[in-house]
């Protein structure tokens, strides 16, 4: 009798179709590996993705977050959190031998891995070659719950040093909302202004929210 595709089992179904055809659920229920007593892991896995909304957020859920789902201990928080971080360095790696404008996705990718789970605005700069290769990404200025202390000259005097060309800019809003605000407009032009003395370009300003961004680049800003 022929066996149907949604009666596959995750690691099944990924054999004969490939990582792209699986759901979320499925794909954390291969990351978890094991249920729980008296709960299958396709059910623990739909039961994470209910409870906190979104892969993103399941992946992103510290162990205080975590306790209020039954079944999800110490072992599988880590392997979750390894799996984030695995993603994470996948991205920087990517990020680093590929002209970023050719490819902008891979860039926001590993934006968003870095900042969207911070509980504090962090402010990023990605220095760039003349050729839009990655030299450098640093987190430049960290600043509290709702705002960051952003200083131009410092990022500019950096990109001498290292001869960058050009520069991403990102920062995170932990509120989780990505909409820019006026003040993230007004650093993004002073840093533009600053750029111009010195031939450095900014390609983009991403701010991030909780797995969303806004781009400065794509709404035609810059």
Same mark, same amino acid.
């Given at each position: ?29 291969? =990351? ?94 990605? =220095? ?69 003395? =010195? ?16 781009? =400065? ?6």
């Amino acid at each position: 009798m022929e066996v149907s595709w949604q009666q596959l089992m995750p690691r099944e179904k990924l054999q004969q179709r490939g990582a792209e055809a699986l759901t979320d659920a499925e794909l954390l229920a291969i =990351f978890l590996r094991t249920g729980s007593v008296g709960q299958p892991v396709m059910s623990l896995a739909s039961q994470l993705l209910l409870h906190f909304g979104s892969l993103y957020q399941v992946m992103t859920a510290d162990k205080q977050a975590m306790s209020a789902v039954k079944g999800v201990g110490d072992a599988k928080l880590a392997q979750l959190h390894a799996v984030a971080e695995l993603g994470r360095r996948f991205f920087r790696a990517k990020m680093a031998r590929e002209d970023v404008l050719a490819n902008p996705q891979v860039t926001h990718q590993y934006l968003l891995g870095m900042l969207a789970h911070r509980e504090r605005e962090i402010f990023m700069v990605i =220095f760039l070659d003349n050729q839009h290769r990655v030299i450098a990404a640093q987190e430049m200025f960290a600043g509290s719950i709702n705002s960051v202390e952003v200083h131009p000259r410092e990022i500019i005097r950096e990109a001498l040093k290292i001869n960058a060309a050009a520069l991403i800019l990102a920062h995170n809003h932990p509120s989780g909302m990505p909409e820019p605000s006026a003040a993230d407009r007004d650093i993004t032009q002073q840093i533009i202004n600053a750029g111009l003395l =010195f031939n450095i370009r900014i390609l983009d300003h991403l701010v991030v929210g909780h797995g969303q961004y806004v781009s =400065f680049a794509e709404r035609g800003w810059l």
